[in-house]
Every structure is written in C-alpha cells, then in structure tokens.
C-alpha cells in the first residue's frame, strides 16, 4: 500500500500544468496582472529565440552550458544548510 501511494505522490509532484492561454497563470495563488503580462512576454520572447535560432546554434549554447558546468568545482550541501 505504501509503495502505491509514494508512487502517486511523485507522480504529482512532477505533473504541472502548462497554460500559455490569454490572462491566465499557472499558479493559481497569483492573481496578479504584472504576473500575467511576465508570463505572457517570457512566452512570447522564448517563441522568438525558438523561431529564430537554428538548431545547430542551440546545441553550441547547450554544449557551453555544459562544459562550464563540468568546469565547476563540485558543490557541497550538507544536511545543516537545508
């Protein structure tokens, strides 16, 4: 019985709800309409950079990314600082 419900609470846990309709947010505890202009310009400006990027130009940003992060000491977090 356990195993069945940790199993659904995770599967709750990564289920989140996309919504991209006019004035309306994902959270449902902001109300705020500064919040839904945010949203709406971080939509509008990510379909740009996803219609005028090429392909090939993603994969270098994602390669950089990438290899800065490998470049990184590692990061230590222990239990005291949660």
Sequence with gaps: MSRNYSRLAFSKSI????????????????????????????V?????F???TSLDKMHEIAEAARMKKLMEPPKWILP???
Excluded at 15 to 42: F, L, M, R, W
Excluded at 44 to 48: I, M, P
């Design 15 to 42: 289920v989140k709800e996309v919504s991209v309709e006019e004035g309306k947010v994902n959270n449902p505890q902001t109300s705020d309409n500064n919040q839904v202009d945010s949203e709406k310009s971080h």
């Design 44 to 48: 509008e400006s990510t379909s740009k």
């Design 50 to 52: 996803i219609q005028e």
């Design 80 to 82: 005291e600082d949660i």
